[in-house]
């Protein structure tokens, strides 16, 4: 059995007009939806508010690489966020993981349970981001390294 950092972690995926929020149980059995958050110049703020709430060790943001691996506008964009969040949340380590067709996984299991585009557009970030948590918990716990690229720090 590899190790695994025990403890509850927050995945964050970022889209242009929504942030979706996912949570795991501190031993990484099972990610769940927790919030869709509009994405305005209080996202950061309730982020914060949720990570209060939850306790994270770190906060799991994906990163929309595109099929052969690059960063496009979107990657920057997530980049930017995972920054503005690590510098609200000093305390509280900000990964950045490979969220490669997360958003397409969700949609494809709405669809499979039932709901129309149009009435999944909700809660999709909130499943997109348990797609990719559950995913980057599943691979620590099989190669007993944290997936993806913690954002340095500042200096004390």
Request: net charge neutral.
């Amino acid at each position: 059995m590899t190790e695994f950092r025990r403890g509850v972690r927050l995945g964050i995926d970022v889209g242009k007009a929504r942030v979706g929020v996912a949570r795991c149980d501190p031993d990484g059995m099972l990610a769940v939806p927790v919030e869709t958050v509009m994405r305005d110049d209080r996202s950061v703020a309730r982020l914060v508010e949720l990570a209060g709430e939850h306790d994270p060790i770190e906060m799991i943001v994906g990163l929309p690489l595109n099929m052969r691996g690059e960063d496009t506008l979107s990657t920057a964009d997530a980049r930017e966020f995972a920054e503005l969040l690590r510098r609200a949340l000093p305390a509280v380590p900000v990964r950045l993981v490979d969220e490669r067709l997360s958003t397409v996984s969700a949609h494809t299991a709405l669809r499979q349970s039932g709901r129309s585009q149009k009435k999944s557009r909700g809660v999709v970030d909130q499943v997109a981001a348990v797609v990719f948590l559950q995913h980057a918990i599943d691979t620590e716990k099989r190669t007993g390294r944290a997936p993806g690229e913690v954002l340095a720090r500042d200096e004390e």
